[in-house]
């Protein structure tokens, strides 16, 4: 949950958050403007996050997975990427008084890294919670100072403190300055654990039964294809466990939300706050057989909700315009004036198409999905047949990340298509292409029967988007009327990747 308050006044009709954190973005009805096609830079939480703050994709910012090696909070995202987040932005150069509170980047507090003594630039007020997503016994950095938590539900239920943190925040703050706060609630993460009043919620509710749930995905990367189908009946237990874990954990966040709204209400400044409400990447739950995770690169695992209110935003409107999560920082450093172009940000301001200055035919076309796999150097002892490269595996040996699931993908939505195109960084350099109008469940890989020079379009957009920073990020895609493609500019480093690319696909 995002809140930025700007300087001066506003007209705008109060906003209640209703109990619809769970309802289907087609129908969803409140009163603020809903994105529904936003995705994420990478699905796994700290290269995502790390979009968030920089407004960069992940081969701008250079972390890549959750850990130190990986450059997860590590030293050197310290010393090269915090100093030009968007909050230390916000901060030393448009005079805001900042908040943090919640899951910072997966690493955060490690000793390597500086311990919870290190308070990122650009924070005011920082609780920073010490690693990974817990709900009890935990440490939190309060201004760098460590806090520990133990299992009373009344005084660490961590969704709850981080409420009431944000509404100390919000009463004790000053009225001189303009503020932002960010507050990162680690649910609907696992553990899934639940506030007491809501553990019998949703009783009867499972994994959504969708056309790809429980399905071999025949014409898909071999890690796909290596999970067993059907499922077997305590996979689906599970993961219908998880499901139900899931909502449970988020009633907490909604009560979170309509605490601080009615907060903002009280104190006269809802009118002239914008609030944003999103994720870090998505999830699945049995789709393709498999059980629960995310890394992968199909909608579920990519897309999220993107939810905003505040000033000049008509209510109840649905924006089919594609954004991504590195136009966040883009996007609340022009609400408060600050010149993007400035920046070394990937992403673009999406406040002109908030206030309905901006159309689709000057918005733009394309995003860039990236990730990098992670696996073990060593067999997992309970599935040698697998070999070593593979990691996140369940006891039925589906693993569900290897070194090799390494891809990227152009994820294309214009007025002519709406397509995705990924490219593995494998041995096959194995392709996979949807037309996502047509197959919205991804069910069929059109990447040998798709026209091929269509292919080696996007083939050059994705090196192009690889390579990218900055302002090169937000040049014209292939389905852009502007875009303009001559083969002769193919990239001469890269020209062994489109050979290979053809003779894969005949």
Not at 87 to 99: E, H, N, R, W
Not at 413 to 437: G, K, R, W
Not at 474 to 492: A, C
Request: aromatic letters at 12%; one cysteine or more.
């Amino acid at each position: 949950l995002l809140c930025i308050r700007k300087s001066g006044n506003s007209r705008q009709p109060v906003v209640s958050f209703l109990k619809a954190l769970f309802e289907d973005l087609k129908t969803l009805s409140v009163s603020c403007r809903v994105f529904s096609p936003q995705f994420v830079a990478s699905p796994l939480c700290c290269p995502s996050r790390a979009s968030i703050l920089t407004g960069k994709y992940p081969h701008n910012h250079h972390v890549i997975n959750n850990t130190l090696d990986g450059n997860c909070s590590s030293k050197a995202w310290q010393k090269s990427e915090e100093p030009h987040t968007f909050p230390a932005l916000l901060k030393a150069s448009a005079g805001y008084q900042t908040f943090f509170a919640g899951k910072y980047l997966n690493q955060y507090g490690h000793s390597e890294a500086g311990g919870v003594e290190h308070v990122p630039l650009g924070w005011s007020y920082w609780v920073g919670l010490d690693k990974n997503s817990k709900y009890y016994n935990y440490t939190l950095s309060v201004n760098g100072k460590a806090q520990k938590h133990g299992a009373d539900y009344s005084k660490d239920y961590l969704t709850d403190l981080l409420a009431n943190m944000s509404l100390d925040f919000l009463q004790y703050k000053t009225s001189y300055q303009p503020f932002f706060m960010m507050v990162s609630t680690p649910a609907p993460h696992s553990p899934w654990t639940a506030a007491p009043q809501y553990q019998n919620s949703f009783k009867n509710t499972k994994a959504p039964r969708d056309p790809n749930f429980n399905i071999h995905g025949k014409d898909k990367h071999w890690l796909i294809r290596q999970a067993k189908t059907p499922m077997s009946n305590s996979s689906i237990q599970f993961l219908d466990d998880a499901f139900r874990g899931r909502w449970q954990t988020l009633l907490s966040v909604d009560d979170l939300v309509e605490k601080i709204v009615k907060r903002l209400e009280v104190r006269g400044e809802l009118n002239n706050t914008y609030i944003f409400f999103t994720s870090d990447n998505g999830y699945h739950t049995g789709q393709f057989s498999l059980p629960v995770d995310k890394r992968q690169l199909y909608e579920f695992d990519i897309r999220v909700p993107l939810m905003v209110r505040g000033p000049n935003i008509k209510p109840n409107q649905i924006s089919q315009m594609l954004v991504a999560n590195v136009d966040l920082g883009p996007t609340i450093l022009d609400i408060a004036g600050y010149n993007v172009n400035k920046t070394q940000m990937d992403g673009m301001s999406f406040l002109p198409v908030m206030e309905g200055k901006m159309n689709g035919t000057s918005w733009r076309t394309d995003i860039l999905v990236e990730y990098e796999g992670e696996g073990r150097n060593k067999s997992d002892p309970t599935c040698p047949l697998l070999g070593p490269g593979v990691s996140e595996c369940f006891p039925d040996c589906v693993c569900e990340d290897s070194y090799n699931n390494t891809y990227a993908c152009v994820r294309t939505i214009a007025p002519s298509s709406n397509l995705q195109y990924c490219e593995f960084d494998d041995n096959e350099i194995f392709v996979e292409v949807y037309n996502v109008t047509a197959d919205p469940y991804q069910l069929t890989n059109i990447a040998k029967t798709i026209d091929k020079e269509v292919l080696e379009k996007m083939n050059h957009r994705l090196m192009m988007l690889q390579s990218c920073s900055g302002q090169s990020c937000r040049t014209p895609g292939v389905y852009d009327p502007r875009y303009k493609f001559d083969p002769r500019q193919m990239f001469t480093s890269h020209s062994w990747r489109l050979s290979r690319l053809r003779q894969t696909l005949k």
